[in-house]
């Protein structure tokens, strides 16, 4: 299996072909990038956690009946992905309350919910993401009715083996971002799931270890990472 050219680079990955057609490399970098990209810096070694958790969390899931881009891991920064087209819509779950939607709806930040909320947003950075509903899918035809079924029912299925596996680990899920693609036809989860796409809360003191250390500028961002890395692979 041969890397070829760069496809895309976003924010914090740049996507290979590679000379199977059904396959692409992500290779995850250091960058950061934060508020529609109007913050940006460094999180020195954040692409090898990343990566790295990603990579068991994806195995993870696919033990558990979630079909995922996942293939293999390559190196530190590089991992093997089946190649989807990415469906625009950033679906995100939530535990307890945090960042935007404490915002949106006033309840204080570590409010507990009562039961998952699922939230959607259209993929569109020049819109900074907007938050839509089913009816604006719908209308926007971003993706078929029986796919974002699919979708929503895998997106609270991760949520309860993530939650249970975080919680093994003394991290409080709070809420995560997730990117969902089709592959001839067929629904899978995309992208990366990491303490760049989760807040995760330590269990018994409540500090952050997630990207808010670098959103919020809290410090020990590149220790809170290594730590989230020490608790889920190590
Ligand atoms: N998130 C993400 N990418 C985005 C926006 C949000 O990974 O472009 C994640 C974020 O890390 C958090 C969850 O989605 O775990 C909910 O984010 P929220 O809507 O609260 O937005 P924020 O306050 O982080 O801008």
């Known amino acids: 299996m041969e890397k070829k050219e760069a496809l895309y680079e976003g924010k914090a990955k740049i996507v290979y072909s590679t000379d199977d ?3 692409i490399i992500q ?21 090898v956690v990343n990566n790295e958790v ?8 696919k033990e558990n009946g979630i079909p995922t881009h996942f293939v293999k891991i390559l190196s530190e920064r590089e991992m093997l992905c089946l190649s989807l087209e990415i469906i625009p819509i950033e679906v995100v779950m939530r535990n307890v309350v945090a960042g935007s939607l404490s915002k949106r709806t006033g309840l204080a930040e570590g409010y507990v919910l009562k039961r998952p909320v699922l939230e959607y947003y259209l993929k569109d950075d020049d819109l900074g993401d907007p938050l839509i509903n089913c009816s604006h899918i719908e209308v926007l035809e971003l993706v078929e009715k029986d796919t974002l079924d699919k979708v929503s029912g895998y997106a609270q299925k991760i949520n309860g083996i993530l939650k249970t596996y975080f919680d093994k680990r003394d991290l409080t899920l709070v809420d995560f971002k997730l990117e969902f693609g089709l592959h001839k036809g067929v629904v899978y989860l ?7 796409t989760c807040r995760l809360w330590d269990k018994e003191t409540g500090a952050k270890m997630d990207k808010d250390r670098f959103r919020r500028d809290l410090g020990n961002v590149e220790e809170a990472y290594k730590e989230v890395l020490k608790r889920v692979c190590g």
């Open 54 to 61: 990603s990579s068991k969390l994806f195995e993870l899931l």
């Open 190 to 196: 995309g992208d990366e799931i990491s303490p760049d």
């Open 27 to 47: 290779y995850f970098k250091d960058d950061a990038t934060a508020f529609n990209a109007l913050k940006k810096g460094t999180i020195i070694g954040k692409g």
């Open 21 to 23: 057609e059904d396959l």
